[in-house]
């Protein structure tokens, strides 16, 4: 029980940019009486919902869990009835793109991987929809605890057996050669280079909440420290309590250390062997976006296949797996004298790498 895994991951989902339930840990006090350490967050509603977008409560639908929470469940069931017949033609994929916010999907699935979520059949999660004004849903993370184990845990979604809407839907929309180009995209943004999801970042994430954390769970060890210790022993002695130095901080030490330490490796090669990231490498740009320098020329480069890029902040592939009307074929180092979007991909027969982009101004 180390109280931070839950706000940890919704606040992965914020930094992503990303709407999610804020929250901060207090000392709660029952009429004077010391109650232990809460995390006060925001509630995932229609008043939520109408303070995050605007607009009134009775303009949304919220869907709890794949059951309706409030407004209608029509359109639910409209993405439902879409995942069940098929995903894999780009005239459904767009048409699923007008029910629901890929990206946010996206990331709300990958953020659920990477913490090795074990909750995927019938999970905690929100979904939100703008009624009125005709949006999309967008997916919320919801009492993540049991979250964080070992860094070998399982990754991906079960493909059999679960009734899940978030996993049905996932299943579908990996028919689409574009959504696993969308995917692998956002692999490729959150997991590589200094993305959010990698070691260093995840462990700055953690430490915010941890570093106070560590010197309140006492007062928390206290109050709660031989809760259910007939049924959980943890030693001999009959006054024995769970602790912040023998239990708490180890288990955050843990998931410090061994979690983060190797968890986004293994992450990108089980997705690499689902065919979910590509094992052809992206290309790489002689400087990652920045200011401009008089007479700076960028160069582009990739271990293997023809690299295509845009000026334009177009992706360089259309979602037919075709080279898109503004992409341009790199032979030479490309010179910049304006502030621009640059996005490039490898390509091998017909096969594209994850998207590389860089601002430059």
Same mark, same amino acid.
């Given at each position: 029980?180390?109280?931070?895994?839950?706000? /940890?991951?919704?606040?992965?989902?914020?930094?992503?940019?990303?709407?999610?339930? !804020?929250? !901060?840990?207090?000392?709660?006090?029952?009429? @004077?009486?010391?109650?232990?350490?809460?995390?006060?967050?925001?509630?995932?509603?229609?008043?939520?919902?109408?303070?995050?977008?605007?607009?009134?409560?009775?303009?949304?639908?919220?869907?709890?869990? @794949? *059951?309706?929470?409030?407004?209608?469940?029509?359109?639910?069931?409209?993405?439902?009835?879409?995942?069940?017949?098929?995903?894999?033609?780009?005239?459904?994929?767009?048409?699923?793109?007008?029910?629901?916010?890929?990206? &946010?999907?996206?990331?709300?699935?990958?953020? *659920?991987?990477?913490? %090795?979520?074990?909750?995927?059949?019938?999970?905690? /999660?929100?979904?939100?929809?703008? *009624? $009125?004004?005709?949006?999309?849903?967008?997916?919320?993370? /919801?009492?993540?605890?049991?979250?964080?184990?070992?860094?070998?845990?399982?990754?991906?979604?079960?493909?059999?057996?679960?009734?899940?809407?978030?996993?049905?839907?996932?299943?579908?929309?990996?028919?689409?050669?574009?959504?696993?180009?969308?995917?692998?995209?956002?692999?490729?943004?959150?997991?590589?280079?200094?993305?959010?999801?990698?070691?260093?970042?995840?462990?700055?994430?953690?430490?915010?909440?941890?570093?106070?954390?560590?010197?309140? $769970?006492?007062?928390?060890?206290? !109050? /709660? %420290?031989?809760?259910?210790?007939?049924?959980?022993?943890?030693?001999?002695?009959?006054?024995?309590?769970?602790?912040?130095?023998?239990?708490?901080?180890?288990?955050?030490?843990?998931?410090? @250390?061994?979690?983060?330490?190797?968890?986004?490796?293994?992450?990108?090669?089980?997705?690499?062997?689902?065919?979910?990231?590509?094992?052809?490498?992206?290309?790489?740009?002689?400087?990652? @976006?920045?200011?401009?320098?008089?007479?700076?020329?960028?160069?582009?480069?990739?271990?293997? %296949?023809?690299?295509?890029?845009?000026?334009?902040?177009?992706?360089?592939? &259309?979602?037919?797996?075709?080279?898109?009307?503004?992409? $341009?074929?790199?032979?030479?180092? $490309?010179?910049?004298?304006?502030?621009?979007?640059?996005?490039?991909?490898?390509?091998?027969?017909?096969?594209?790498?994850?998207?590389?982009?860089?601002?430059?101004?």
């Amino acid at each position: 029980g180390l109280l931070i895994r839950d706000q /940890w991951v919704r606040q992965t989902m914020l930094e992503m940019g990303h709407a999610a339930a !804020r929250g !901060r840990f207090v000392h709660l006090y029952l009429n @004077g009486q010391y109650w232990g350490i809460y995390n006060l967050a925001e509630d995932i509603d229609d008043a939520y919902a109408a303070i995050q977008y605007g607009g009134s409560k009775s303009d949304y639908d919220v869907i709890d869990s @794949g *059951r309706l929470d409030s407004g209608e469940l029509s359109t639910w069931q409209t993405v439902l009835d879409l995942a069940a017949g098929g995903i894999q033609d780009p005239e459904a994929y767009t048409q699923v793109q007008q029910y629901v916010d890929l990206q &946010n999907f996206i990331d709300f699935v990958l953020v *659920r991987m990477f913490v %090795g979520d074990r909750d995927w059949n019938g999970g905690d /999660w929100y979904a939100i929809r703008d *009624r $009125i004004g005709d949006g999309p849903f967008r997916f919320f993370t /919801w009492d993540s605890e049991d979250v964080l184990p070992e860094s070998a845990a399982a990754v991906l979604p079960p493909t059999v057996g679960s009734t899940d809407s978030i996993v049905l839907l996932w299943q579908a929309l990996q028919e689409s050669p574009a959504f696993r180009r969308a995917f692998a995209d956002r692999v490729q943004r959150h997991l590589r280079l200094d993305g959010l999801l990698t070691p260093e970042r995840n462990i700055a994430r953690w430490d915010r909440y941890a570093t106070p954390v560590s010197a309140a $769970i006492v007062a928390e060890s206290a !109050r /709660w %420290g031989d809760y259910r210790r007939d049924v959980q022993p943890i030693g001999e002695g009959p006054h024995e309590l769970y602790t912040a130095d023998d239990h708490w901080r180890i288990e955050a030490d843990r998931v410090r @250390g061994e979690f983060f330490a190797h968890r986004t490796e293994h992450v990108l090669a089980v997705l690499r062997d689902a065919g979910l990231y590509p094992t052809m490498a992206p290309p790489t740009f002689s400087q990652p @976006g920045g200011t401009l320098t008089e007479g700076f020329a960028l160069a582009i480069t990739a271990p293997e %296949g023809e690299i295509y890029y845009t000026l334009d902040g177009l992706d360089p592939v &259309n979602a037919d797996g075709s080279v898109a009307d503004t992409a $341009i074929r790199y032979e030479a180092a $490309i010179e910049l004298t304006q502030d621009t979007v640059v996005q490039a991909r490898a390509r091998v027969a017909e096969q594209w790498s994850a998207l590389v982009s860089a601002t430059f101004y």
